[in-house]
């Protein structure tokens, strides 16, 4: 206690932190800008080091380290010598090492994926199951992957495995059973809720995009255009009225395989794609709701941060996105019961546009349920896993 009588705080132990990423650069998507929120959270207290293969990223107090890429391509080699690399990097002087990618160090491993090993097995028995593992038998680059990720989910003094959604830890838990003890679920979060843009603001952010001023928007969100939905959006938007339009945001490289189905469909004047952009925000403020019919997402980032912005959503059940178990139907979100189902998407984005109340009572909902995960708040759970680690080693 001071002499005012207040209690003092107990200043918390400067730590020096490897922070294992591949690609550090807020277009690589969701994982990406998950981990560059809690580097820069985390740098104002502790010492930050990044060792990554891509970087474009600038932080103060940030301390970045490229890690060589002599090849790629094939991509499991990659994985390896990745892993390798930065093993070998870190193997001193840190106190916390990080690794958001599939290696066998690190005191915190944070998985954002489903295990390649449940991916593999699921709901395989009898024969099936027997040539499946022929097939990992068979194949280098199955092998790597596996023995990469058993490797990574053994239990050592202080080890926490960090999951990013509840389903995901039950998931990890049920194909790892080991690993039980050690779960932690630390959510992706938001920098801030801005909340609804006005009018003249969203008029600005599509010129600016190159957007029609005119129409209702569609945003889409996603560098894996094909897992995250978008051929069933294409075919929804195709029966909705010719003033709703659609804004494709994620990797530019995909656009080229896309483009014959937009013509195909007649929408070449109603599909924009954006490619990939360092700032979603403004994205989120052009367009008036977001649709996330994804077939796989562990958590989906892209809802949190679109109901931060005021945006009604529409996304996939949580049997293909880990977000929607958290929400309610018709109270934060509209959730889809499947993601292929043009029909009830398109049936969703019509009820959106034509119910004004519902359109309001999800935004403010929305809103307010974004508030709870603000990145202030959640770096705080990530550091004290850190202290955690540390304890345990000494």
Not at 165 to 188: H, W
């Amino acid at each position: 206690m001071s002499a005012l009588g207040v209690a003092e705080t107990v200043p918390v132990k400067r730590l020096r932190i490897a922070v294992l990423n591949r690609l550090f650069k807020p277009t690589g998507g969701g994982a990406e800008r998950y981990s560059i929120a809690l580097v820069e959270q985390l740098a104002v207290r502790h010492e930050m080091h990044v060792f990554a293969q891509q970087i474009e990223h600038d932080f103060p107090g940030v301390f970045y380290h490229r890690v060589p890429a002599p090849m790629t391509r094939p991509r499991w080699i990659n994985q390896l010598w990745f892993a390798l690399a930065t093993w070998w990097m870190t193997r001193n002087g840190f106190d916390v090492v990080h690794s958001h990618e599939n290696t066998w160090h690190g005191q915190v491993q944070t998985v954002h994926v489903l295990p390649i090993q449940f991916n593999l097995f699921k709901g395989r028995t009898g024969l099936s199951w027997a040539l499946r593992c022929l097939k990992v038998l068979t194949s280098p680059r199955l092998l790597v992957y596996i023995g990469m990720e058993r490797l990574r989910y053994r239990l050592t003094p202080g080890k926490c495995i960090v999951v990013t959604a509840p389903g995901l830890r039950d998931t990890m838990a049920k194909t790892f059973p080991g690993t039980a003890s050690a779960l932690a679920v630390v959510t992706p979060g938001v920098r801030d809720v801005p909340g609804p843009c006005t009018g003249a603001e969203q008029s600005a952010e599509r010129l600016q995009l190159g957007l029609p001023q005119a129409g209702k928007c569609i945003l889409f969100v996603g560098n894996d255009y094909r897992k995250k939905g978008l051929p069933a959006l294409l075919q929804a938007l195709r029966q909705l009225p010719e003033e709703t339009f659609l804004a494709v945001v994620g990797n530019a490289a995909q656009i080229a395989e896309f483009r014959p189905q937009v013509q195909a469909l007649g929408l070449r004047d109603r599909v924009f794609f954006l490619g990939a952009l360092s700032d979603v925000s403004t994205a989120y403020r052009a367009a008036d709701c977001l649709a996330h019919p994804t077939l796989e997402d562990t958590f989906g980032m892209v809802v949190l941060e679109a109901m931060a912005h005021g945006l009604p959503v529409i996304v996939s059940a949580e049997s293909y996105c880990g977000i929607a178990g958290m929400l309610k139907n018709e109270v934060e979100a509209l959730i889809l019961n499947h993601p292929e189902d043009s029909k009830a998407l398109k049936n969703n984005v019509e009820r959106l546009f034509m119910d004004k109340p519902l359109r309001q009572h999800l935004s403010e909902n929305g809103t307010i349920w974004a508030r709870k995960f603000l990145w202030s708040e959640i770096s705080t759970v990530q550091e004290k896993i850190y202290l955690d680690a540390v304890k345990a080693s000494l």
